[in-house]
T-cell receptor, first 114, second 115 residues
Framework: DAGITQSPRHKVTETGTPVTLRCHQT?????MYWYRQDPGHGLRLIHY???????DKGEVSDGYSVSRSKTEDFLLTLESATSSQTSVYFC?????????????FGQGTRLTVV | EDQVTQSPEALRLQEGESSSLNCSYT??????LFWYRQDPGKGPEFLFT???AGEEKEKERLKATLTKKESFLHITAPKPEDSATYLC????????????????FGKGTSLLVTP
């Protein structure tokens, strides 16, 4: 398995509270991604990072922010959680551009906003 | 805008009954097409990458093929342990290169293989 650790694995939080999810990799990969997975929607890209302090928005970025202060860590923050952000969140990593650019995924964080 | 459509949404097979899953796609330029397997409560697990029409890749009972508009995941003589959701994703050549060509996923096909 690719060295990707997501924490926490499960979290229940109240509407309006801030939440931070962590992704830690041991592969020294340049690119890191946050996706959310919801029934009927599949996996959708929230934010991605292409290096330390280099991040950009994905398809469904509203209500989320990210930070990457070290190569190995990529944080996803919900500034003020809403029920629509109840989902399973996956972190993914991929290497340098080239022939092999498949992404490897963590085990996911199940977030419930009540 | 890139689009990925997988069919069927769900498929039930008996053990040993071969079948195929479909992934049709629309992209400005295809850099790569990816197949993943996802078990309940787990993250997607990488299976194959296909880069050009006519390319085929195999792994145990799975074989992936690619044309200019779609990809098939053929499952030969499936076993119950092949039960999972199979995800298809594409990378667009013309997407922002800073993204490392982030993947655009279909909604998946849920496969159940019964003994």
């Amino acid at each position: 398995d690719a060295g990707i650790t997501q924490s926490p694995r499960h979290k229940v939080t109240e509407t309006g509270t801030p939440v931070t999810l962590r992704c830690h990799q041991t592969e020294n990969h340049r690119y890191m991604y946050w996706y959310r997975q919801d029934p009927g929607h599949g996996l959708r890209l929230i934010h991605y990072s292409y290096g330390v302090k280099d991040t950009d928005k994905g398809e469904v970025s509203d209500g989320y922010s990210v930070s990457r202060s070290k190569t190995e860590d990529f944080l996803l923050t919900l500034e003020s959680a809403t029920s629509s952000q109840t989902s399973v969140y996956f972190c993914a990593i991929s290497g340098y551009l080239g022939q092999n650019t498949e992404a490897f995924f963590g085990q996911g964080t199940r977030l419930t906003v009540v | 805008e890139d689009q990925v459509t997988q069919s069927p949404e769900a498929l039930r097979l008996q053990e040993g009954e071969s079948s195929s899953l479909n992934c049709s796609y629309t992209v400005s330029g295809l850099r790569g097409l990816f197949w993943y397997r996802q078990d309940p409560g787990k993250g997607p697990e990488f299976l194959f990458t296909l880069y050009s029409a006519g390319e085929e890749k195999e792994k145990e009972r799975l074989k992936a093929t690619l044309t200019k508009k779609e990809s098939f995941l053929h499952i030969t003589a499936p076993k119950p342990e092949d039960s999972a959701t199979y995800l298809c994703a594409v990378q667009d050549t013309f997407s922002n290169s800073n993204s490392g060509y982030a993947l655009n996923f279909g909604k998946g096909t849920s496969l159940l293989v019964t003994p």
